[in-house]
């Protein structure tokens, strides 16, 4: 058997430092994007018909939902549509990918900050195969060029939303911003 030559050792040793710097440094940026994207969900079960919406599914709805906005929010901050691969299907998986796309063309991006939900539950399927929620979104929305905030605005949003039990999770079908009536 030959020996490794003392200097692709070194090399070696050299390049595992890079890796796990560079994997340590990855870390904490995404560490500190979890911290800054901390997505409140209230959910409001009590006016779904014709099915009352059991404890469990209310649980999941409001982990899956809240996993949903945080992935839009990294989505459009970072130009990417990886984050959207699990929380959406359809329409809304579409038009998200359509987003970021726009996004990368101008180089433009945006973030969603102090995200607020309020959900409300107005139709469950009898068979538990779907569930309309309509949301009260409100959050900060700074749009950057470049890195350089070009627009910053507090708003106010209204969304029908569609959620299908998948095999996991509860997935976003239809995410729709309509006018508040």
Known sequence: ????????????????????????????????????????????????????????????????????????????????????????AGEAKRLLRETVVSQQRSGLSRQYVNQSHRLEAVFYAPEGDVIELHDTAEYEIRISDGGKIIHDEHVVMHFVVLMTPGADRWVIRQLQAVPKS
């Open 1 to 88: 058997m030959n020996p490794v030559p003392g200097s692709a050792i070194a090399h070696l040793r050299r390049a595992l430092r890079v890796v796990s710097v560079s994997a340590f440094i990855s870390c904490l940026a995404l560490s500190s994007y979890a911290a800054d994207s901390v997505v409140q969900v209230q959910l409001d079960t009590k006016n779904a018909t014709p099915r009352a919406v059991e404890s469990l599914t209310e649980r999941g709805i409001l982990r899956d939902y809240r996993f949903a906005w945080t992935s839009i929010a990294q989505a459009v901050e970072l130009n990417t549509a990886d984050p959207l691969e699990g929380p959406f």
